[in-house]
Structure formats: structure tokens, C-alpha cells
């Protein structure tokens, strides 16, 4: 009989791109970015997740865009646009300076978008032929989102910001004449928008090849609903159940539990899955395709909505008086597979998960996600403990929604350290070692774990608090953290427990695992 193959195991990084180093206030998608990979690469890791790589709106949320097509033109590098020759040394070296570990989103957002907004202009100016034919190129294949988006984005500036059902009901109707009249009013501005795009969608290609060059996958997000102040709204509201004044008439949330007496309200509005099947399908399509332009694998935000969502009126300020509506489930993904071909898809599927979500998920082969600092709040049964975990899917130590796992523990009742301390055979005192050892060692045929547990910080690193609207996303990882020693660590570990593909060495040369301070010291 013949042995059966061995099914390839992996391992990556949970890093969002506004964490990376670099000195324009936030992480950028140029150098930065292409020094995180060389990192990856040392590491032996060939995934790296990311979240939604869309401009950010409301709360400074990557989960809450302004496009679900677009990408953040405040991730551009402005050294690459110096290069360029879209921005000048003299005002690259006359940008203000930020602190290197947080992100001021108050202080970077303004400076930065006067930058890059003197680079847009200037791109009409300075663009060589070659560059001009790639960018006509490139506005022609996206004109289906790109032209909608950037003149909401210039109509939505010369509101001061306001969301879209506050401009003049012409313009937020869009009615055709008030259109017309909005893009020539705009024209520079939306000409703009549209080489910001060009520039966003031209230097993060260059960092997935880069990425995939060293044999790492990029893992995207999508989050299931999208923001109703968004170009994704305003440019198709009949997709969405919206009153006359083009607010939501109904929102997303989820219901009351032990943890959220009044439920958690998101304030989405909801698609019209059934009265507008084709055109919601199809948008659908559209959006993937264009994210799997810019990753390689795509996790599904809130997946058990797709099968089954809590829909709540608008007008009230809870989700008590919510109810379950059932999601497009099976057909919906089928779909997807006809128009796409294969799903690269991972499915957020946290929280209470009904038997027909799971079976939803497993008929079309997505993985799950399993979180190592959910497992220890009950008895051996917990679904997230390591030996319960089946090898079809993702295991993390924690997400950009948890605390650091140093945080957590810290924070933990004395119950749950104990039982971690027994269930790891651990003292706690590199609680971070420990649960990465879990989690790479586990069956689970991928592992990713955040940059922040393999650095050890703790919860003052945490990236975001779920339900609180302001002070998150703001973390930095700086440059002298990404260092060798924490390459040898995870890389000694992820070959230790059968992961990734690491480079071939020269022959003759000796291997010796580069440990960790604090790793080396456990031992």
C-alpha cells in the first residue's frame, strides 16, 4: 500500500500594515514593509495576515471603510514617492516628526493626506508615458468601483467629512445632473483620488511579489457588512434595505448574552440578499476578485452571518428587539465557486456557532478559526483546547481583537491561570512562549500568531478593544524589535514543529537554532 502524503503545515504573522516601522507617523507598505518580509522569510514563516487594507473612516477602523475596493492611500510609502519623483526631498524632509511606537492618528492623518494630496496633483504633471499608459490602464479595468469612489471621496472632503445622507438630496440620490455638475465641480480633486489608487495598488504589487518571492501568502480580511458612510453605499443603495433619506432602515449587530446584556449593535446596514440576489452575488464577485488581486487568501469576517445574521430597526438604540434572518448560505457560495473557480477563503466562525454554520463551512473546505486563549475558561472539553482541535484549521494564539497573551494572563482570574499553568505544564512566567509552542505544535494545519506575542509585550501593545469606538489601532512595532534573535527564536520553533519551507542552507553549512533571550533562558 502506498504511504499517503504528508499534508504541508504553516505558519505566519498577524501584522497590520499601520503597525509597521517607518517615519511618516504610521507603517508604510514600502520599505517597511519589505524589511518585515526579509523577517518572515528568516523566520521561517510563510504566511502573513493582515487586516482590511481599505482607507479607514469612522474610529480610524480598518473594519470600518470608506471602500471595500479601494486601498489606504495613508499606508503609501512617501519614500517611494520621493523616488518617484511625485513628491520632493524638501517636503519629505520638511514632514513633522511622530513618536515610532504609536500611531497619532490626530496629528499623522491631516499631515499626511496634505502630502499625498500634493503627490496626486503632481502625478498629472510628472507621470512619464509608460506611467501614463499604466495608470489609463489600470482607471479603465477599475471604473466599476474606481470612479464612484473617487468622487465620493472628493464630494465627502468638500463636505468637511460629513457622511453622504447629509449632502444635498440631489447629490446623495444621486440624482444624474447633480453627478455631472459633482465631477466637474471636482475634477482635480477626483483625478486625485484616482492616482492615489494607482500609486496604493502599484507599491503594495510590489511588496506581494516580494511576499510571494519568498514563498509567503498574504492573508486578507473581508468583513461581512460594510460601512453605510462608505462609496459601497452611496454608490449602490438599491443593495441595501435603505429609507428614502438613505439611512438604514435596518442594521446588523448580534443579540443579547451573558457578556452583552443589550447586545452589541454595529450599526451596518443589511444587504438585500433576496430581493436583489443577482446584483448582490455579483458585487460580491467583484469584490473578491478585486482583494485577491491584493492577497492570496481571504478570511470571511463574521462568517456565521452567511448563513444566519441579527437584523434590528434602526431606531432603536439596542439590539433587543433584533431577530435572526436567514443569511444566502450554500447558494451563495456556489455561486462564488462558478464565477471564481477555487475559494481561498478562511472562515471567522468565533462565538456560538450553530450545527448548520459548521456544516455550511465544511461543505465548501474553509477552515475554521481556533483561539488558544479561549480554551481555558471551562473543563478538557473546551473546543479551543490544542487536543481538541481538528487539523482543517487556523490556530492563534489571540487576534487584533484580543489583548496581547501576556495581557490576558495578567488579567485572567487566578482559576484560569491555573489552569493554564497545569494545561501547558508551564509557570507562566513566558506565558508567550507557551501558548506559540501550543499553537505551532498543535494539528492544526496553519498557526498564526501576532507580532506582539512573539516580541512578549503586553497589553499596553493591544491593537483593539472591541465595542470601544476610539483610542485602538494605534500600536507600532519599531525597527530594533525586528531583529535576528526573534527570527532565530520563531524559526527554531516553526522547524521544530514541521512548518513552513525554510531556505535551503549551503552545503557543509551547520544549522544552530538563534534562541531567544528569554527562551534560552526557559531552557
Not at 71 to 91: A, R, T
Not at 488 to 514: C, F, N, Q, S
Request: charged fraction near 25%; charge should be neutral.
Amino acid at each position: 500500500m502506498s504511504e499517503k502524503p504528508k499534508r504541508q503545515r504553516f505558519a505566519g504573522i498577524l501584522l497590520h500594515p499601520t503597525s509597521l516601522p517607518g517615519r511618516g507617523g504610521i507603517g508604510d507598505i514600502g520599505a517597511p514593509a519589505h524589511h518585515f518580509i526579509h523577517f518572515l522569510a528568516e523566520a521561517a514563516q510563510t504566511l502573513w495576515q493582515v487586516c482590511p487594507l481599505g482607507p479607514t473612516g469612522f474610529g480610524d477602523s480598518p473594519y470600518a471603510a470608506l471602500s471595500a475596493f479601494a486601498g489606504n492611500p495613508l499606508l503609501l510609502s512617501l519614500e517611494s514617492l520621493v523616488k518617484d519623483g511625485f513628491l520632493d526631498q524638501s517636503e519629505r524632509d520638511s514632514y513633522p516628526g511622530f513618536a515610532a511606537d504609536q500611531v497619532n492618528y490626530e496629528g499623522v492623518v491631516p499631515a499626511k493626506s496634505a502630502t499625498l494630496k500634493k503627490a496626486g496633483e503632481r502625478f498629472h504633471e510628472r507621470a512619464g508615458g509608460e506611467t501614463r499608459k499604466e495608470f489609463e490602464a489600470f482607471c479603465k479595468r477599475r471604473a466599476s468601483w474606481l470612479d464612484d469612489f473617487a468622487l465620493f471621496m472628493a464630494v465627502r472632503k468638500a463636505h468637511n467629512g460629513d457622511a453622504w445622507p447629509t449632502w444635498e438630496p440631489p447629490l446623495a440620490r444621486r440624482e444624474p445632473a447633480a453627478l455631472k455638475q459633482a465631477r466637474k465641480d471636482h475634477a482635480e480633486a477626483i483625478e486625485g483620488h484616482k492616482a492615489l489608487q494607482f500609486l496604493f495598488f502599484r507599491q503594495w504589487a510590489e511588496t506581494k511579489k516580494l511576499a510571494n518571492d519568498n514563498h509567503i501568502r498574504i492573508i486578507g480580511d473581508a468583513p461581512i457588512f460594510v460601512a453605510h458612510d462608505s462609496a459601497d453605499v452611496w454608490a449602490r443603495p438599491d443593495l441595501f434595505f435603505l429609507g428614502a433619506d438613505g439611512q438604514p432602515s435596518v442594521v446588523s449587530g448580534v443579540p443579547p448574552d451573558y457578556f452583552s446584556p443589550q447586545g452589541q449593535r454595529w450599526g451596518n446596514p443589511i444587504y438585500r440578499w433576496r430581493e436583489k440576489k443577482k446584483e448582490v452575488y455579483q458585487w460580491w464577485v467583484e469584490r473578491l476578485r478585486v482583494n485577491l488581486e491584493m492577497v492570496d487568501i481571504i478570511r470571511l469576517d463574521h462568517f456565521r452571518g452567511f448563513d444566519a445574521y441579527w437584523e434590528s430597526p434602526a431606531n432603536e438604540p439596542t439590539t433587543l428587539n433584533g431577530r435572526w434572518v436567514k443569511g444566502p448560505g450554500a447558494d451563495f457560495f456556489r455561486y462564488l465557486r462558478d464565477q471564481i473557480g477555487s475559494l481561498p477563503l478562511i472562515a471567522e466562525d468565533l462565538g456560538v456557532i450553530t450545527p448548520r454554520v459548521d456544516a455550511l463551512r465544511k461543505e465548501f473546505g474553509l477552515p475554521g478559526m481556533k483561539i488558544l486563549q479561549f480554551a481555558f475558561g471551562d473543563d478538557a472539553a473546551n473546543p479551543y483546547l490544542p487536543h481538541n482541535i481538528e487539523s482543517d484549521c487556523v490556530v492563534y494564539t489571540g487576534t487584533h481583537d484580543n489583548d496581547t497573551t501576556r495581557g490576558w494572563y495578567q488579567k485572567a482570574g487566578e482559576a484560569v491561570q491555573d489552569r493554564v499553568r497545569r494545561y501547558l505544564w508551564c509557570e507562566g512566567a513566558n506565558i508567550h512562549l507557551d501558548l506559540i509552542r501550543s499553537a505551532l505544535m498543535s494539528t492544526a494545519r496553519i498557526a498564526i500568531i501576532p507580532l506582539q506575542d512573539v516580541l512578549g509585550l503586553g497589553g499596553e501593545a493591544r491593537m483593539n478593544v472591541p465595542g470601544v469606538a476610539e483610542g485602538n489601532w494605534k500600536w507600532r512595532v519599531t525597527g530594533d524589535q525586528l531583529n535576528s534573535a526573534k527570527a532565530g527564536m520563531l524559526r527554531y520553533l516553526t522547524e521544530l514543529y514541521g512548518r513552513g519551507e525554510p531556505p535551503v542552507k549551503p552545503a557543509g553549512e551547520k544549522k544552530e537554532p538563534r534562541l531567544d533571550p528569554d527562551l534560552a533562558a526557559e531552557k
